[in-house]
């Protein structure tokens, strides 16, 4: 962790957009910490926050449009051939399709707000069908609020993340 945080501070501002917009498994880390530690680094004057705001709500937003991408061009097939691995049989595949159809815009928008989440959101939101523009339109609410309490909390609580 030493290593990825001196990573950070090297790198600065790209290091954060590289990492939200690749972090699509939450590698290195789950997005909600890497951005409210980038919080932390801008309270302790490391980053501005209005360059920290632009790269954090940029890099979401493209890694975001990444999974999307995947669940439209390869959604399905990877569900059929390996959904049974991860508890993700046709039954239940079935019954969050169904859902999503009814519920997937507002799904959108408010999935970024529980941990986790997003990434599967974003590819069930490609696998779905559902248009770029509305996926788009749906989902930057989402990013801009959710990334920005993220970001704030790191800011106000003053704690170091590693």
Not at 34 to 58: D, K, M, N, P
């Amino acid at each position: 962790m030493e290593h990825l945080q001196e990573y950070i501070v090297q790198y600065g501002y790209l290091s954060i957009f590289l990492f939200l917009a690749l972090g699509i498994f939450g590698l290195p880390l789950p997005d909600e910490v890497l951005v409210a530690f980038a919080g932390y680094l801008t309270s302790a004057g490391t980053f501005q926050f209005a360059f920290t705001i632009i790269f954090t709500l940029s890099g979401v937003m493209v890694g975001t449009l990444f999974t999307y991408m995947i669940g439209r061009k390869l959604g399905k097939p990877l569900i059929h051939r390996f959904g049974n691995h991860l508890f993700l049989t046709p039954h239940r595949m079935h019954k969050i399709e169904r859902w999503f159809m009814t519920y997937g815009s507002w799904t959108v928008t408010f999935g970024y707000f529980v941990p986790g989440m997003r990434h599967f959101i974003c590819y069930i939101s490609g696998m779905s069908g559902m248009s770029v523009k509305r996926y788009v339109l749906f989902a930057t609410p989402g990013v801009i609020v959710s990334t920005t309490v993220c970001l704030l909390l790191g800011y106000f609580i003053h704690l170091p993340f590693f």
